[in-house]
């Protein structure tokens, strides 16, 4: 089975821009998420999809937004990049939503903004 | 909101030497879960612990689960350089999305 697949692997931007990337999770997972990764840093929750519908949100400012199609396909959006938006940005899925379920990441999209 | 709580942030160790890492979480949690990623790699799932006090074990590496299910560990025993990496635990409250933790990055010298 093939795991989550993300695109772009790798792309710059300039600062202002906006960027897509997208996420294919694994068949049959239902649930995606996406979190940021800067170098040292922890993992920082960007939003969890479920069923095309936001289940969950983190505190990021409303140039961050998402969407989930239904065929369970994902992508993130950040509009008019900043420097501090260069990161390592990370999708992960899973069978459903909820307690008790693994996620599986895929090997992200490295983002950097000059 | 819920918080987990990582420490340490970092760990040297000397090749052969133990390590462990403890997660520390603000609620009772349904389940915990440990993540590895490797320098330039992705977080890949390790486990998941559910019962109070469940210690699981993957040949060199012990996982516990606090009885009050708020805390969590990861021993490694005798540490080899492929343990090289970030551990992340993650815990999950009822009816809460999961939050990572900070994450416990371990370098081990030959």
């Known amino acids: 089975k093939a795991g989550v697949t993300q695109t772009p692997r790798y792309l710059i931007k300039t600062r202002g821009q906006q960027v897509t990337l997208s996420c294919s999770p694994i068949s049959g997972h239902r649930s995606v998420s996406w979190y940021q990764q800067t170098p040292g840093q922890g993992l920082q929750f960007l939003f969890e999809y479920f069923s095309e519908t936001q289940r969950n949100k983190g505190n990021f400012p409303g140039r961050f937004s998402g969407r989930q199609f239904s065929n369970s396909r994902s992508e993130m959006n950040v509009s008019t990049l900043e420097l501090g938006d260069s990161a390592l940005y990370l999708c992960?899925?899973?069978?459903?939503?909820?307690?008790?379920?693994?996620?599986?990441f895929g090997e992200g999209s490295w983002l950097t903004v000059v | 909101g819920q918080q987990v709580m990582q420490i340490p942030q970092y760990q040297h160790v000397q090749e052969g030497e133990d390590f462990t890492t403890y997660c520390n979480s603000s609620t009772t949690l349904s389940n915990i879960q440990w993540y590895k990623q490797r320098p330039g790699g992705h977080p890949v799932f390790l486990i998941q612990?559910?019962?109070?006090?469940e210690v699981k074990k993957q040949k060199r590496l012990t996982f516990q689960f606090g009885e009050a299910k708020k805390n969590s560990s990861l021993h490694i025993t005798a540490t080899q350089t492929t343990d090289v990496g970030t551990y992340f635990c993650a815990g999950r409250a009822s009816g809460s999305r999961l939050t990572f933790g900070e994450g416990t990055q371990l370098t081990v010298n030959p």
């Open positions: 992960a899925s899973s069978p459903r939503t909820g307690s008790g379920n693994t996620i599986y």
């Open positions: 612990l559910v019962k109070s006090g």
